[in-house]
Every structure is written in structure tokens, then in C-alpha cells.
């Protein structure tokens, strides 16, 4: 695991600096952050993919998971980068950020850096999130299918 060095900007905002991978990495992030480790599973993925979730909201879950300053569980970018990395709309990746919250997936921390407010996220522990059930799945979990039964053309 590489070290992250945090030192204080002003009352809003850190500067954290890694040098992982042999290349010095820094970005702002909001001091009130969470520092430790994100841990995660295949499971974890597998029930929010599962469940009852927009597909905007899994994809910009995906996006925030693998754009983290790493090995940490805040997301590097706002909701403007996101939609426009993501390739969707603003509002698109609002409604998306804001189902993601509303299922304390992930929360939004105000950063001030100088000239406007924007908004960070950070995933939350998985332990608190609150997946809706996916209606097409039945409750084994399984994907309900219809079963057709074919006849042999030739009679068999």
C-alpha cells in the first residue's frame, strides 16, 4: 500500500500527495474526507449490480469506484467531471449521484477551492447501504424466464 501525505490548505481543503507507482500524484480533497483504506468485494459489486438501482446510478458507481484516489474511498472528481468522463448528461449524473445518496451508497462533501463550491463523493461502508429490490428478480434471485418448448419439425 503506498503512503499518502496529507497537508492542510486552509480550513476546507487538504492537499493529499502519493507517490505510488514511482509518480508523484497529488489532488485537493475536502478535509472533512474520510482517510482510511476501501476494502471491497466481488460480492459487494455483485448485490449493487443486482439490485433495483438505475443503470445511470451502477455506472457512475463503477465510475467513482475506479477513479478513487486510491487506495482511499474518495472519488477524485465532481459531478460535472463525472458526466462528462462518464459520457452522460449533467442531469443524468445528478440523478444518478443523487439515487447513490439516497441509498447511502455514497456522500457528497462540499470543497471549497478558491473561486466556487463544488462537491466531492466518497463511498460509504457497505454494511450501511440500503440496495432496493430489483422487481425483475425473483426472490431466489434468479432472473424469472419464460420456458418454450420445441417440437422436432420432423415429428420427434
Same mark, same amino acid.
Given at each position: 500500500?503506498?503512503?499518502?501525505?496529507?497537508?492542510?490548505? !486552509?480550513?476546507?481543503v487538504? =492537499?493529499? /500527495?502519493? %507517490? #505510488? #507507482?514511482? $509518480?508523484?500524484?497529488?489532488w485537493?480533497?475536502?478535509? !472533512?474526507? +474520510?482517510? !482510511?483504506?476501501?476494502?471491497?468485494d @466481488?460480492?459487494?459489486?455483485?448485490? =449493487?449490480?443486482?439490485?433495483?438501482?438505475?443503470?445511470?446510478?451502477? #455506472?457512475?458507481?463503477?465510475?467513482?469506484?475506479?477513479?478513487?484516489? =486510491? +487506495?482511499?474511498?474518495? @472519488? =477524485?472528481?465532481?459531478? &460535472?467531471?463525472?458526466?462528462?468522463?462518464?459520457?452522460?448528461?449533467?442531469?443524468?449524473?445528478?440523478?444518478?449521484?443523487? $439515487?447513490?445518496? !439516497?441509498?447511502?451508497?455514497?456522500? $457528497?462533501?462540499?470543497?471549497? &477551492? #478558491?473561486?466556487?463550491?463544488?462537491?466531492?463523493?466518497?463511498?460509504?461502508?457497505?454494511?450501511g447501504?440500503?440496495?432496493?429490490e %430489483?422487481?425483475?428478480?425473483? /426472490?431466489?434471485?434468479?432472473? +424469472?424466464?419464460?420456458?418454450?418448448?420445441?417440437?422436432?419439425?420432423?415429428? $420427434?
Open positions: 500500500m503506498s503512503e499518502i501525505k496529507v497537508y492542510k490548505k !486552509d480550513k476546507w487538504d =492537499l493529499w /500527495v502519493t %507517490n #505510488g #507507482g514511482g $509518480e508523484k500524484f497529488s485537493y480533497i475536502s478535509v !472533512d474526507a +474520510p482517510k !482510511d483504506e476501501f476494502k471491497y @466481488c460480492g459487494m459489486i455483485k448485490n =449493487l449490480y443486482g439490485s433495483g438501482l438505475s443503470s445511470a446510478a451502477k #455506472g457512475i458507481f463503477s465510475f467513482i469506484l475506479f477513479n478513487r484516489f =486510491l +487506495p482511499t474511498r474518495v @472519488c =477524485l472528481y465532481g459531478q &460535472t467531471s463525472i458526466a462528462k468522463m462518464y459520457g452522460c448528461a449533467n442531469k443524468t449524473a445528478r440523478k444518478a449521484l443523487k $439515487e447513490l445518496e !439516497d441509498n447511502n451508497i455514497i456522500t $457528497e462533501l462540499k470543497i471549497y &477551492t #478558491g473561486k466556487h463550491v463544488s462537491y466531492q463523493y466518497f463511498i460509504n461502508d457497505y454494511k447501504w440500503s440496495l432496493p %430489483n422487481s425483475r428478480m425473483t /426472490v431466489s434471485g434468479n432472473i +424469472p424466464a419464460e420456458v418454450i418448448k420445441y417440437t422436432n419439425v420432423e415429428g $420427434e
